[in-house]
C-alpha cells in the first residue's frame, strides 16, 4: 500500500509538473507514456516518460533535480510541493538530497510492476485502465 501511495504522489507530481492539462491525471500521464501509440506502454516507453519528466524537473539542467529548483512552488503550493518533496525522498536512494538522473530514471518501478498483471512487460490498455481506477477510487 505503500508503495502505491507513492506511485501516486510520484504520478501526481509529474502530472503537476507538466505544462500539458490533458496529463494532469495520473491515468494520462500513462496514456502519454505510450509513444509508438500501439495502445501498449513497453517498460522502455515507460522509463522514457520518466527520463521526459526529469527533464522536466531539472530546470537547470545539470543533471540533478533538488528541493531548491522550485522556490516559487515551495512557496505557492503546498500540497504540490509535499507530493515533489515526496518524489525527491523516495527517488534520493543514496541519500545526498539531490536526485540523480539515474536514480530517477533507472529506479525501480513499482506502478509499473503493479500495473502489469499479466507479467508481460508491457501494459495494455486494460491494464492501464485498471490501475487508473484503482488510483481514481483512492483520491
Ligand atoms: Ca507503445
Ligand atoms: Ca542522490
Ligand atoms: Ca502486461
New binding site residues.
Given amino acids: 500500500m505503500k508503495i502505491l501511495t507513492l506511485s501516486i504522489v510520484c504520478l501526481a507530481a509529474m502530472a503537476a509538473s507538466s505544462a500539458d492539462a490533458a496529463s494532469r491525471t495520473p491515468g494520462a500521464a500513462l496514456d502519454k507514456a505510450d509513444a509508438d501509440h500501439d495502445g501498449y506502454v513497453t517498460r522502455d516507453e515507460f522509463r522514457a516518460s520518466r527520463a521526459a519528466q526529469f527533464q522536466r524537473l531539472d530546470r537547470n539542467d545539470d543533471g540533478v533535480v533538488t528541493l531548491s529548483e522550485f522556490p516559487r512552488l515551495a512557496r505557492s503550493n503546498r500540497p504540490k510541493a509535499q507530493a515533489l518533496k515526496t518524489v525527491i525522498t523516495h527517488a534520493d536512494r543514496d541519500g545526498d538530497g539531490r536526485v540523480t538522473r539515474a536514480e530517477f530514471v533507472d529506479g525501480p518501478a513499482p506502478l509499473f510492476d503493479r500495473a502489469?498483471?499479466?507479467q508481460?512487460g508491457?501494459?495494455?490498455r486494460d491494464?492501464v485502465a485498471a490501475v487508473r481506477d484503482q488510483l481514481e477510487s483512492l483520491k
Fill in positions: 502489469d498483471r499479466d508481460d508491457r501494459l495494455s491494464e
